[in-house]
């Protein structure tokens, strides 16, 4: 029985012992993996950071060789223009005759191919010694006999006195003044009048006000700017233009009978009131209304004769006929201010609408003539800012008109409204007072 017991038990420390072995088998197997994976990880680090490297220094060494190549390009290219310099001298030669003839200097005979560098040089020079009398020419005053212009288009002989190549004055017995391009190298007096700068200095005296006319060249002529009439600005903004217009004067008309309106509307009550007011509060009803029956029209000489032949009824009453009669005034008053308020919303949107439809011109004639003539896109452009200005031009002075004139209508009614209550609150206390004693001074007046 003893033995039975000790087996099992000798058993299971083997199993223990096994389990022991095997759990300490594991712990070195993790060990030796983090190991391995820590070295693996530091491995990998060091091979990224040298692939960094090695593609840094890569991108040094492509740079450096483009550098290099650049620079080789370039040497190749000055020991080409070392061996034979012919092709730059010619191209220089060329921009020189170039700028010789656009300032009217004959240019210089370019050499042949078969010339050789010297007589290329000596060409270079000859154009660099033109170019240099050029520019002593245009830096100093000269005076030679020619022709021009008069404003009238008649042709004239003179004396041209040129201010380097930037002015010129023209002297003759017909005319004198500042003298700009009439193209083709042509000259023409200019339109305002300086014919007494030019006058003074083909005599050698100053001028205390000198008037000129600086130009660039004489080959496109300047015209003179026309001032735009009312008429023409008019036209640029097209059939929307005109629709804008008509609505201005509208607007134009309304504000005068609205002025008008009110005008007649605030004549002044408050001398009337001075001696209505006593009247009424001393119970002399009959005369106050004979008084009223006399007064100046006008809605307040209305809603006040309205509230003086019904002060025998009810304050209630007398109330509900005074607001009805204010009521009967206010589309008097206000006749025409709603027409006002749309016009001055209507005009800017008319402005807009102009503004797209010019657009919409100028894209087609875009498309179908393209942008190299400036006056066939002028059209669309001009009607879409004329036509927003001239509804700005409308829209702004009706609303701002508009609601002055909007608040003296509404100052008038208050006016009205305040009479009317100071001839109801003087009946109220003309009801309250004690009757006068018979033979008081009251009573015989």
Same mark, same amino acid.
């Given at each position: ?112 191919? !078969?010339? +050789? $560098? *010297?007589?290329?040089? %000596?060409?270079?020079?000859?154009? /660099?010694?033109? #170019? @240099? &009398?050029? =520019? ?82 004489? !080959?496109? +002529? $300047? *015209?003179?700017?026309? %001032?735009?009439?009312?008429?023409? /600005?008019?036209? #640029? @903004? &097209?059939? =929307? ?82 607001? !009805? ?121």
């Amino acid at each position: 029985m003893q033995r039975a017991e000790a087996k099992p038990s000798s058993l299971m420390d083997a199993y223990k012992k096994e389990f022991a072995f095997l759990e300490a088998e594991k712990q070195a197997l993790t060990d030796r993996r983090n190991a391995i994976r820590a070295e693996s990880n530091r491995k990998v680090g060091r091979g990224e950071a040298e692939i960094r490297g090695l593609q840094q220094r890569l991108l040094t060494l492509r740079g450096e060789a483009d550098r290099l190549e650049e620079e080789l390009r370039e040497l190749d290219s000055q020991a080409t223009s070392v061996d034979d310099p012919s092709g730059a001298l010619d191209e220089t030669l060329l921009r020189a005759n170039t700028s010789l003839e656009a300032a009217g200097v004959k240019p210089v005979k370019a050499p042949g191919e !078969e010339e +050789g $560098v *010297e007589e290329r040089l %000596e060409a270079l020079q000859a154009a /660099f010694e033109r #170019g @240099g &009398g050029l =520019i002593d020419r245009q830096s100093r005053t000269t005076r030679d006999e020619g022709s021009f212009f008069l404003v009238d288009g008649a042709r004239v002989d003179g004396e041209l006195l040129r201010i380097g190549a930037i002015a010129t004055y023209g002297v003759s017995d017909r005319g004198a003044g500042a003298l700009a391009p009439a193209g083709q190298g042509r000259l023409r007096l200019w339109f305002e009048e300086s014919g007494s700068s030019a006058r003074a200095l083909a005599t050698g005296a100053s001028a205390s006000n000198l008037r000129i006319f600086l130009h660039e060249s004489l !080959e496109k +002529g $300047v *015209e003179q700017k026309q %001032e735009e009439t009312v008429l023409e /600005f008019l036209e #640029g @903004g &097209g059939v =929307i233009g005109w629709v804008i217009v008509g609505l201005g004067g509208v607007a134009t008309l309304l504000i005068l009978i609205r002025v008008i309106i009110l005008l007649l509307a605030s004549a002044g009550i408050g001398g009337w009131m001075k001696v209505l007011v006593p009247l009424v509060e001393r119970g002399k009803f009959s005369e106050a209304q004979q008084l009223a029956l006399g007064w100046s029209r006008g809605p307040a000489s209305r809603v006040v004769r309205a509230a003086l032949l019904h002060l025998n009824h009810s304050r209630q009453q007398l109330e509900d006929i005074i607001s !009805e009669s204010l009521l009967n005034e206010v589309p008097h008053l206000e006749r025409f201010a709603s027409a006002l308020t749309v016009i001055a919303a209507v005009a800017p949107l008319m402005g807009l609408l102009g503004t797209v439809t010019g657009m919409i011109s100028t894209f087609d004639v875009i498309t179908e003539y393209g942008t190299g003539d400036p006056k066939l896109l002028s059209g669309g452009i001009s009607e879409a800012l004329v036509t927003t200005e001239l509804g700005l031009i409308v829209a702004i002075p009706t609303l701002l008109i508009g609601t002055l004139l909007t608040s003296r209508s509404d100052s008038i009614l208050a006016d009205t409204e305040r009479a009317a209550l100071q001839i109801l609150n003087a009946a109220a206390r003309a009801a309250q007072a004690p009757p006068p004693l018979p033979g008081s001074p009251s009573e015989d007046a």
